[in-house]
């Protein structure tokens, strides 16, 4: 005759909860040599114990995702527009102007794309590496070879220290300090592009139509307002 096996070999519901109450008194094994010696229960028993929950492999090979200790805070992305006012509000009160630049790479020549502004000169580069990926926007708005070279494409930002001096090439690296922190903060540091009217970026206009472009034009509009 065919039978089935309905557990004749497992402990029984009463077994089991003993085994239960065993283990969370902390005497597992015990309460399993009350319930009976056999092969099954002391299976079970085994079971039964409870052990510590193992750590997980990405956490031992050092993938978990705990903030490392002293560890800066992360820059805050720049928007063209406020960086823009801040490089007017800062020229306004002198402080220094700082032409910039950018290329494909190092076989091709710098191209214009504006200024950065930063009141102390000794953090040009900081300014010029922070704002990098403003100017590098605005040069692909300008120039058609750097633009058809299309929007993912990663170009050179370089800052000059003087007029007439050689564009040197900035890196992510020259705006952060060792904790990776920014040197600089946004609101201490402006850019302003050169005007382009077909996109009406960095563009002045009177009686709509384009003016002369940049804190010149700003300068001209202040005269003019003046008593």
């Known amino acids: 005759a065919i039978t089935r096996d ?8 009463m077994a089991l909860l003993m085994l239960a109450v065993g283990a969370l008194a902390g005497g597992a094994s015990s309460a399993c040599a009350g319930i009976g010696s056999s092969s099954a229960f002391r299976a ?30 992360r820059a805050a992305p720049l928007k063209a527009k406020k960086q823009w006012d801040r490089h007017t509000a800062l020229a306004k009160k002198g402080a220094p102007a700082f032409d910039v630049a950018a290329r494909k790479d190092d076989s091709t020549e710098w191209l214009a794309v504006g200024t950065v502004c930063v009141a102390d000169a000794t953090l040009a580069r900081a300014a010029a ?3 990098r990926v403003l100017i590098a926007d605005h040069a692909k708005r300008l120039h058609m070879p750097l633009k058809q070279l299309g929007k993912s494409a990663q170009l050179q930002v370089g800052v000059r220290a003087a007029d007439g001096a050689p564009f040197e090439q900035v890196r992510a690296a020259d705006a952060a300090a060792a904790d990776g922190s920014p040197v600089v903060e946004g609101d201490a540091i402006g850019f ?5 009217p077909a996109s009406g970026y960095y563009c ?12 010149a034009a700003t ?9």
């Open 6 to 13: 309905m557990g004749m070999h497992a402990p029984s519901r």
């Open 219 to 227: 300068a001209a509009s202040d005269a003019a307002e003046a008593p």
């Open 204 to 215: 002045h206009y009177s009686d709509g139509r384009v003016v002369q472009a940049g804190s």
């Open 44 to 73: 079970a028993a085994r079971c039964s114990v409870l052990r510590p929950p193992r750590a997980s492999a990405r956490a031992l090979a050092g993938f978990s995702k705990q903030p490392a200790a002293g560890a800066g805070k």
């Open 192 to 196: 302003e592009g050169k005007a382009d």
């Open 129 to 131: 590496a922070r704002q």
